[in-house]
C-alpha cells in the first residue's frame, strides 16, 4: 500500500524557518514522479492551497501570501517532497499536508493521488 508520510513543522519564534517534508513509499513509487501540492489549515478556517509544482518542475505556483517565503522542492531520486518556509509569522500557523499524484508512463500508479497525514506549524508572535 503506497504511503506518504509527512515529518517537520513544529514551533518558532516570528521571522523564522521550518520545513515540512513528505515521503512516499511503497509498491510501484519507484518508477513513479510526482506533482505535489502543499495546504494549510489554520484553526477555524478552510483547508487552503499554499503551492504546486510539477512531477518536471517545470511548473510551479505559491499562494500570494507566501511567494517569495515559501520555497517547495522534490528529491524525485529519495521519494521526498521539500517545503521549506522562511520568515515566518503568526499567519503562518497552521497544519500543513502534503498532497501528490503520480505520473510517468511506465508509472504503474499514474494518475493517483495521495495525502499526507499533517504536520503543525506554529508561530509565536
Known amino acids: 500500500q503506497v504511503q506518504l508520510v509527512e515529518s517537520g513543522g513544529g514551533s518558532v519564534q516570528a521571522g523564522g524557518s521550518l520545513n515540512v517534508s513528505c515521503a512516499v513509499s511503497?509498491?510501484?513509487?519507484?518508477?513513479?514522479?510526482?506533482d505535489i501540492w502543499w495546504y494549510r489549515q489554520a484553526p477555524g478556517k478552510e483547508r487552503e492551497s499554499v503551492s504546486?509544482?510539477?512531477?518536471?518542475?517545470?511548473?510551479?505556483w505559491y499562494e500570494n501570501g507566501v511567494k517569495g517565503r515559501f520555497t517547495a522542492s522534490p528529491d524525485n531520486a529519495a521519494k521526498t517532497m521539500y517545503l521549506q518556509m522562511n520568515s515566518l509569522t503568526p499567519e503562518d500557523t497552521a497544519m500543513y499536508y502534503c498532497?501528490?499524484?503520480?505520473?510517468?508512463?511506465?508509472?504503474?500508479?499514474?494518475?493517483?493521488?495521495?495525502w499526507g497525514q499533517g504536520a503543525q506549524v506554529t508561530v509565536a508572535s
Open positions: 504546486f509544482i510539477s512531477y518536471d518542475g517545470g511548473t510551479s
Open positions: 498532497k501528490v499524484a503520480a505520473r510517468g508512463r511506465t508509472c504503474s500508479l499514474h494518475g493517483s493521488e495521495y
Open positions: 511503497g509498491p510501484g513509487v519507484t518508477s513513479c514522479r510526482w
